[in-house]
C-alpha cells in the first residue's frame, strides 16, 4: 500500500467516523476542496479509487537500479533513434527518455536522461549542421551562423504580428483618478 492509498483510506475513514473536512484537511496539510473531492471520488468510483494512481506530477519511480542503467546505457550505445520508430537521426534527450520506456517501462525525467546521454557517450549533433564535429559540438563561426539565422526567422514573425500591436489604454489611464485611487486618497487623510 503506497502513501496516497493511505491517505486516501484514512480521509474516507475520518470523514465516515464524522470529522469534519476542514479538520482533515489542517491535519494532513491538503484544501478542504481536495479533501472534498477524494471523497467525492471515492463515492462515484467507490474502493477502485483507493489504489488507483494519482492525476499530479508523477513521482519519480524512475529510479532506476544500476542494473537497469548499465542495459540502458548498452542498448543506447548499440542502437539508434530509428529502432524505436523515431525519426530522429542521433539521439536527444528526449529519445532517451522514450528509450528507457521502451526498454524498463519506467519513465525518467530529464536529468536521468542527461545522465544515461552521457555515461553511454553519446555526442550531441545540432540538427541545422551537416557535418558532424568529433567533439559533437559546433564551431564559434557555425554557432555564430546559427544565432544570425535565428534572429532574422524571429524578426521575420515579429513582423507579422498583426496591425494593432499597441497597448490599449483604458479611460482612467488617460489621466483621469480610477475609483481605487480615489478610495486610497481618501484612507490617507
Known amino acids: ?24 484537511a489542517r491535519e494532513l496539510g491538503l484544501s478542504r476542496q481536495a479533501v472534498s473531492a477524494a471523497y467525492k471520488r471515492y463515492k462515484t468510483r467507490g474502493d477502485s479509487f483507493l489504489d488507483s494512481p494519482g492525476r499530479g506530477r508523477r513521482k519519480e519511480s524512475d529510479t532506476l537500479t544500476s542494473e537497469e542503467k548499465e542495459r540502458a546505457i548498452a542498448w543506447l550505445m548499440d542502437h539508434e533513434p530509428s529502432d524505436l520508430g523515431l525519426d530522429d537521426a542521433s539521439w536527444d534527450l528526449y529519445s532517451v527518455k522514450r528509450a528507457v520506456v521502451h526498454l524498463h517501462q519506467k519513465r525518467i525525467n530529464l536529468e536521468r536522461a542527461h545522465e544515461l546521454f552521457t555515461r553511454a557517450g553519446l555526442k ?17 563561426e557555425d554557432m555564430e551562423r546559427i544565432n544570425q539565422e535565428t534572429i532574422k526567422k524571429m524578426s521575420a514573425s515579429a513582423s507579422h504580428v498583426g496591425p494593432s500591436s499597441r497597448r490599449r489604454t483604458s479611460k482612467h489611464a488617460k489621466g483621469r483618478t480610477s475609483p481605487t485611487q480615489k478610495k486610497k486618497k481618501r484612507k490617507k487623510r
Do not use: C, H
Open 124 to 140: 550531441v549533433v545540432p540538427k541545422d549542421l551537416d557535418p558532424v564535429y568529433d567533439d559533437g559540438l559546433p564551431s564559434l
Open 1 to 24: 500500500m503506497n502513501d496516497d492509498e493511505k491517505r486516501r483510506r484514512y480521509i474516507i475513514e475520518k470523514i465516515e467516523s464524522g470529522t469534519k473536512q476542514a479538520e482533515i
